[in-house]
């Protein structure tokens, strides 16, 4: 196994990582019972002119050295509280607690043993163990590493523990899945499908909605999901990832579809009224999923009203290649780990079309060479060693199958993925696979104030 540092690093699809904007609006919310309801604020709005309207975006500053040293106080103390809880180390044999049954407990459990697992991985996700490139149904934590090789050839201090104990004694199994590291990534030619799907979703079709195009000044993704604000004249708009929309090397941030003026033609569709990047672990998740002070999930989204001159009777809610969804999928910690892990997926993206996967880890953990630590929430791979994503694929709903005739129900947005810098060896004898990254859609839309339509039914009635 090498033991070498590596960060995993993600690409965008649709355009380059560009250095974090102030163009970003962070909320707070009522801390979690568990922790303390004195916590300040990690990050302070404020907006230009002195208070945040409609029209007007958000920005923020960073929190002060005050709230940092207090957040990481209370983080402190939270861990140190249940670590009482927390049975000595077993050696050479199996805990004899409960098996970690829910998400929540394999994440608490990896928290307690993040320090040494970063000594040994490039990150670390909950799920289910893999074999054969299989998911069986026995609860585990995914550590990443570079080389994975037979223990006979490494030394007692290489080694990982077969199983991790948590507090009141509940375990886990420990999954060692090799990374394959490419290196910084290389330019590479954007791919895309030509189906008659895809044409469609990059201006062939009369209408727009979930999956369509949609472009900024020079850059493009995919129109994620038709949205309504909680907040001000409720507006109706689109949601999609910050990423794509946001551009700062442009004074407004404006996005059409197919594409912008400059590039061919297309059509004015709005301009970001809100978008957040980041936020803290316990606004994210409800808990400290981490601690290292500096803790962040990767919340990567923005919200576009549409304009008031566009034709609403063009956007449609529907899901091309797909129907119609169902609600919003919210993916509780309390549930049974195989409740979100292990389901298939689809989504439809202007770049790939139609494609199918299933979600592998959920709270994938890396730490970057700062020593910043990052979560994203959903490990996707394709289906058959298909990828998921192609790049310009970003914003796109992940959807969960439906299952006994339900429909489908949007549970995430893609982000990115690593398809030019790495990739994940899941099966021996079979060449790494592709993975994609998701932002939970449930949070998202709590973050930013929204409500998913999903019915055109619905739109017609709150546009008419």
Known sequence: MDISRLDLRFYHSGSTQSEESALDLE????????????????????????????????YFSWPTLTQINDAAEDRANYFGNLQKG?????????????????????????????????????????????RNGVLTDIPAILVFVARKTHRKWLSHSQCLPAALEGPGGVWCDVDVVEFSYYGSPAPTPKEQLYTELADGLRGSDP????????????????????????????????????HVAVDLDYPSQKMFHPMPPSLGPGVYLGAVERATSFITDDLWYGIFAGTNPETFVRADGAFIPFAEDFYMNNVITTVRGVGEIGDVRIIDLQSPINSLIGRQVIKVGRSSGLTTGTIMAYALEYNDEKGICFFTDFFVVGENQKTFDLEGDSGSLILLAGENGEKPQPVGIIWG?????????????????????????????????????TTNEGLQDLCF
Not at 223 to 230: D, L
């Open 417 to 453: 993925g690593t398809a030019n810098r790495g990739r994940l060896k899941l099966k021996i004898g079979q060449p790494p696979e592709n993975w994609t990254s998701g932002v939970d859609l449930g949070r998202l839309l709590d973050l930013l104030e929204l409500d998913l339509i």
């Open 27 to 58: 909320r707070n919310y009522c801390c979690h019972p568990n922790l303390p309801s004195s916590s300040p604020s990690p990050l302070q709005p404020f907006a230009s002119n002195g208070q945040h309207s409609e029209s007007n975006a958000a």
């Open 207 to 242: 209408c727009v909605g979930s999956g369509s195009q949609v472009a900024s000044q020079e850059t493009y993704g995919t129109m994620g999901a038709i949205v309504r604000s909680r907040t001000g004249n409720r507006q109706i708009g689109f949601l999609t990832n910050r």
């Open 86 to 130: 927390v049975l000595p180390e077993t050696l050479g044999r199996l805990p004899s607690g409960q098996q970690a049954t829910t998400l929540l407990e394999l994440m608490t459990i990896r928290a307690f043993h993040s320090k040494i697992l970063r000594c040994f991985s490039l990150g670390t996700a909950i799920g289910f163990r893999i």
